[in-house]
């Protein structure tokens, strides 16, 4: 069992950029991919970024290539989120996942692939 909190979320102007952790407990966090979803209101979970568990390889969801940079420590059992030049269409709440699933595109962008999940963390961005 891996258990995964979010941190970092919060209130943030448009332009300005944010910077969320997912800190792991439980089970090694080796060997696990991890990725970051979010879900807006009245929308559907979407792919934000995914990173292999040696994070030689990287993916994002074209809303946020670019602009969010996604990254890992793993002596920390930690994975991030740099959000930058956000906007407010970026507003959901962001939620960090692991999988043991070594994959890349499209199977690293579905929901499914994942095995455990955090509680998630509000993004706001104001216009």
């Known amino acids: 069992q891996v258990q995964l909190v979010e941190s970092g979320g919060g209130l943030v102007q448009a332009g300005g950029s944010l910077r969320l952790s997912c800190a792991a407990s439980?089970?090694?966090?080796?060997?696990?991919?991890g990725g970051w979803f979010r879900q807006a209101p009245g929308k559907d979970r979407e792919f934000v970024a995914a990173i292999s568990w040696r994070g030689g390889n990287t993916y994002y969801g074209n809303s946020v290539k670019g602009r969010f940079t996604i990254s890992r420590d793993n002596a920390k059992n930690t994975v991030y989120l740099q959000m930058n030049s956000l906007k407010p269409e970026d507003t959901a709440v962001y939620y960090c996942a692991v999988t043991t699933t070594q994959t890349g595109r499209p199977v690293i962008e579905r929901a499914i692939v994942y095995d455990y999940w955090g509680q998630g963390t509000q993004v706001t961005v104001s216009s």
């Open positions: 439980g089970r090694t966090f080796s060997g696990y991919a």
